[in-house]
């Protein structure tokens, strides 16, 4: 069975650090796409990052840019979200998910973790 | 503000059929292929519709895809209640270098 599971959420103050893991398990890792997608409280889906399978092709949405960083140890079947100068407006639950697709033609994101809660607040 | 565009809500009676649209540009359903997530309340998303309209293992045929130019629709038929969810378009946007998501539509069974 495919999973996702992701850890390391939690409160935090403005200006703090965080970092996020995913470990996953069913499927080869190093052959998979991988995304961070987000949801703040009531709010919709906003998509944050993505690592190719190689780890060789990265992108960011611009409103983390400069302050996250997507990794990913395909030897520890993990991947990790360093989140850095955290705003209050960055406070959402954070999902893991797996992405196919032969080419961003047809990206399509198949699967997705529970999700864990980061908190940005005084 | 998201970059694509759906009504933030939709309702119908049980057994009516429901449609969601979903608004973008060229440089993302104009270029590429949309995809359909359902939220159930306190639950992770779902893929529902990939590549416009094609349907993944267990998805009920309920549930249909389509798409002309920058616009897109997601169509529930035989509304049921447990339809009663949110429902999310996206797509890789080009000039973005991402995935763009809808602001999602509410579906409420009355």
């Known amino acids: 069975e495919v999973q996702l599971v992701e850890s390391g959420g939690g409160l935090v103050q403005p200006g703090g650090s965080l970092r996020l893991s995913c470990t996953v398990s069913?499927?080869?890792?190093?052959?998979?796409?991988t995304n961070w997608v987000r949801q703040a409280p009531g709010k919709g889906l906003e998509w944050v990052s993505y690592?190719?399978?190689?780890?060789?092709?990265?992108y960011y949405a611009d409103s983390v840019k400069g302050r996250f960083t997507i990794s990913k140890d395909n030897a520890k079947n993990s991947l990790y979200l360093q989140m850095n100068s955290l705003r209050a407006e960055d406070t959402a639950v954070y999902y893991c998910a797996r992405s196919v697709g032969n080419s961003f033609y047809y990206y399509s994101i198949d699967v997705w973790g529970k999700g864990t809660a980061v908190t940005v607040s005084s | 503000q998201s970059v694509l565009t759906q009504p933030p809500s939709a309702s119908g009676t049980p057994g009516q059929r429901v449609t969601i649209s979903c608004s973008g540009s060229s440089s993302n359903i104009g270029s590429n292929t949309v995809n359909w997530y359902q939220q159930l309340p306190g639950t992770a998303p779902k893929l529902l519709i990939y590549n416009d309209n094609q349907r993944p293992s267990g998805v009920p045929d309920r549930f249909s895809g389509s798409k002309s130019g920058t616009s897109a629709s997601l169509a529930i038929s035989g509304l049921q209640s447990e339809d009663e969810a949110d429902y999310y378009c996206?797509?890789?946007?080009?000039?973005?270098?991402?995935?763009?998501f809808g602001g999602g539509t509410q579906v409420t069974v009355l």
């Open positions: 069913g499927f080869i890792f190093s052959t998979y796409e």
């Open positions: 996206a797509a890789w946007d080009d000039s973005l270098n991402g995935a763009v």
């Open positions: 690592i190719s399978g190689s780890g060789s092709t990265i």
